[in-house]
């Protein structure tokens, strides 16, 4: 069956670059940013995962862990680890998950469940393993990402991403296109105008009946 948004991310243990461990366990009572590569020593994975180890403390702020994913063993890892440190100056902070078997890739549908193949395989092959995972305290997906081989990631969209995603988490409001954290904010369509009074006594702009905008919520 195909993941969607609001499904309980699957479980599994793993070998990582720090260690076993198996993912609900790990993640706690925090969010998670689960993100993963086609295959070790790929030139543009080089580069987003120096990115995210100089962007970790941001997501620390956010009360989020990182851990990546690539179609390769472990050992392999650490060598790769060395070239990244060596393009980016950042030394690799998160786990980084040995999918050799394939087993994660296909429990979050990277790819079909019938692949067996592990040797040999190339990045092209892979090609589909270049997905972002935006994963709750309550285990549940929240956002799905997924790129070309040939597109890098853009750390400031997740974590304005995740920005959103915490805030709408917490107060019944929805955000804008072009949001950022700061920005107005819309009152979600679920609440009534006396329901929406209790929750935001400070008024609203009604720009259309449907879309009443306030500032941002303070936490």
């Known amino acids: 069956m195909s993941l969607k948004l609001g499904d309980i991310a699957p479980d599994f243990e793993a070998d990582t670059t720090e260690g076993s461990l198996h993912f609900h366990d790990w993640l706690g ?3 998670a ?3 993963s590569h086609p295959k070790d020593f790929t030139p543009v994975c080089t580069t987003e995962l120096g990115e995210f ?3 970790k403390p941001e997501f620390d702020k956010r009360g989020t862990k990182l851990i990546g994913l690539s179609v390769d063993k472990v050992g392999d890892h650490q060598g790769w680890m060395q070239d990244i ?3 980016s100056g950042q030394d690799v902070n998160f786990p980084m998950i040995g999918d ?3 087993k994660v890739s296909k429990l979050y549908n990277m790819l079909p469940a019938e692949e067996t193949e592990t ?4 990045a092209a092959t892979n090609a589909t393993v270049r997905t972002v ?3 709750g305290p309550d285990r549940k ?3 799905m990402l997924i790129y070309p081989m040939s597109s890098g990631r853009n750390l400031a969209e997740i974590l304005r991403l995740l920005d959103s995603i915490q805030l709408t988490a917490k107060h019944p409001v929805a955000t804008p296109v072009n949001w950022n954290p700061g920005g107005e904010c819309i009152i979600a369509p679920s609440l009534d105008d006396e329901q929406a009074k209790d929750k935001f006594p400070g008024g609203w702009k009604t720009v259309k009946p449907y879309l009443r905008t306030i500032p941002q919520p303070a936490d």
């Open 119 to 122: 040797e040999g395989r190339t």
């Open 141 to 143: 997906i929240k956002a």
């Open 133 to 135: 995972y935006i994963i």
């Open 53 to 55: 180890a100089r962007q």
């Open 85 to 87: 440190k060596d393009v």
């Open 29 to 31: 009572e925090s969010w």
């Open 33 to 35: 940013v689960l993100f």
């Open 100 to 102: 050799h078997d394939l």
